[in-house]
C-alpha cells in the first residue's frame, strides 16, 4: 500500500530536530504548497510548547530525603560488603588450620581409638563427626543471619 | 606519570566514566551531586509515567537506592540518563505489574490520578493562574493517552532525548519509537484540541 505523502510528513514534524538535511528541505518544499500540513505543524508546534512549558520540581525535601536515605543505605551495604570479607578471612583461616591439624587429629583418634579398644569404623566415624561438625554449626548460623538480614532488606524503607 | 600528564588524563576522561567509577565504588558525594543534577528530570518523567506526583516521589526514591546497589552494572560508554531512565522504567513496571490496576502498555483511569502539580515559582498571581490551569490542561490530556505513546512524547519533547537514546531506555525500536512519538503526537493534539472545544 502507498503512504500517503501527508502522513509521511506528518511523521517528519513529530520527529522534530531529528530530521535529516534533505528530510528538513522535503518537509519545508511540502508545508509551502499544503495548507493542512501547515495547518498540522503549527498545531503540533503550540502543542509540544504548552507541554514544554509544564514545570515540574523536585522539592528540596524530596531531594534531601533521597540523599540521607541513600546514604544510609550506602553505609549498610558498606558494612555487609566489610562483613562479607571477615566471613571469608575466617573460612580461610579455618580451612588452612584444618588442613594443618588434619593429619594430627585423625593420629590421635587413632591412639584414642586403640586405647579404647574401639573399632576403626568407629574411631573413624567419631573424626568425621569431629572434624565436619565446627563448619556444619558456623554453616547453619551464616544461614540463619543470612535469612534474617534478606528479611530486614525486604521491610527496610 | 607527570603531574602534568596525571590533569592531561583526567581532563580527558568522560563524564560518563567518572560517574561509572564513583558508582562502583558507592561514593556518596557523588550521588548526592547526582541526585540533585537530575532530579527534576527524572521526576517530571517519573511523574508522566506514573501519573501521580505521590508514587512518583517513591519511585524517585527507590530509584536511586537502586542505582546505588547496582551502580557496578553502568559501563559509562552510555550516557548516564539513559541508564537511569531505564532503571526508573523498570522499577515502574514492576510496581505497575505488582499493583495489577495499571500497565504501561495501557492508558491510565482518569479518576485513580490527580492532575500533575506546577513547579511552586510563579512571581504573579494571575501567572500562578495560567500556569496552573496550563500544566492541568497538559496533564489532563497527557494522562488519557496510552502510556508508551506518553513516555515517548515527554521523553522527546520535555526531557530532549534523541530517538536512539529512547530506543535504549524504552527497549523498544528505532522505527517502533517514531511510530509511537507519531501516534502519540496526534493523540496529544486531538486531547487539547478537545479540552479547548
Known amino acids: ?157 | 606519570m607527570n603531574a602534568a600528564a596525571h590533569f592531561f588524563t583526567m581532563g580527558m576522561e568522560s563524564e560518563a566514566s567518572v560517574i561509572a567509577r564513583g558508582l562502583r565504588r558507592r561514593d556518596p558525594d557523588l550521588l548526592d551531586r547526582l541526585i540533585e543534577q537530575y532530579q527534576h528530570r527524572l521526576l517530571r518523567y517519573l511523574i508522566h509515567l506514573a501519573g501521580s506526583r505521590e508514587l512518583a516521589e517513591d519511585l524517585f526514591q527507590e530509584t536511586w537506592i537502586r542505582v546505588l546497589e547496582r551502580g557496578h552494572q553502568y559501563d559509562g560508554k552510555h550516557e548516564f540518563s539513559t541508564w537511569l531512565y531505564a532503571i526508573a522504567r523498570n522499577l515502574t513496571i514492576d510496581y505497575l505489574r505488582k499493583k495489577g490496576t495499571v500497565s504501561l502498555d495501557g492508558p491510565m483511569d482518569d479518576d485513580e490520578h490527580a492532575p500533575l502539580e506546577p513547579a511552586d515559582k510563579a512571581p504573579a498571581a494571575w501567572e500562578v493562574v495560567a500556569q496552573h490551569e496550563q500544566a492541568e490542561r497538559i496533564s489532563a490530556a497527557l494522562i488519557t493517552i496510552p502510556a508508551e505513546y506518553r513516555e515517548t512524547v515527554v521523553l522527546r519533547f520535555q526531557e530532549g532525548m534523541a530517538l536512539e537514546e529512547i530506543a535504549s531506555v524504552t527497549g523498544a525500536r528505532l522505527g517502533t519509537v517514531k511510530s509511537r512519538l507519531y501516534r502519540g503526537l496526534n493523540m496529544l493534539m486531538s486531547r487539547l484540541k478537545g479540552a479547548q472545544a
Open chain 1, 1 to 157: 500500500m502507498m503512504r500517503d505523502i501527508h502522513d509521511e510528513m506528518r511523521e517528519l514534524i513529530a520527529l522534530g530536530d531529528s530530521l535529516s538535511g534533505a528530510q528538513q528541505e522535503q518537509l519545508r518544499a511540502h508545508l509551502q504548497d499544503c495548507a493542512d500540513c501547515r495547518s498540522y505543524a503549527e498545531t503540533a508546534v503550540k502543542a509540544l510548547q504548552a507541554l514544554r512549558s509544564v514545570n515540574i520540581a523536585a522539592g528540596t525535601r524530596l531531594v534531601h530525603a533521597t540523599q540521607t536515605r541513600v546514604r544510609f543505605h550506602a553505609a549498610r551495604l558498606r558494612e555487609a560488603r566489610e562483613r562479607m570479607w571477615l566471613v571469608g578471612l575466617a573460612c580461610l583461616a579455618v580451612g588452612l588450620s584444618a588442613t594443618l591439624t588434619a593429619p594430627l587429629l585423625w593420629r590421635l583418634f587413632a591412639w584414642i581409638g586403640e586405647s579404647m579398644g574401639l573399632s576403626a569404623l568407629v574411631w573413624q566415624t567419631g573424626f568425621a563427626v569431629f572434624f565436619i561438625a565446627p563448619a556444619l554449626v558456623v554453616s547453619l548460623l551464616l544461614i540463619a543471619r543470612g535469612a534474617h538480614l534478606s528479611d530486614q532488606t525486604r521491610n527496610w524503607k
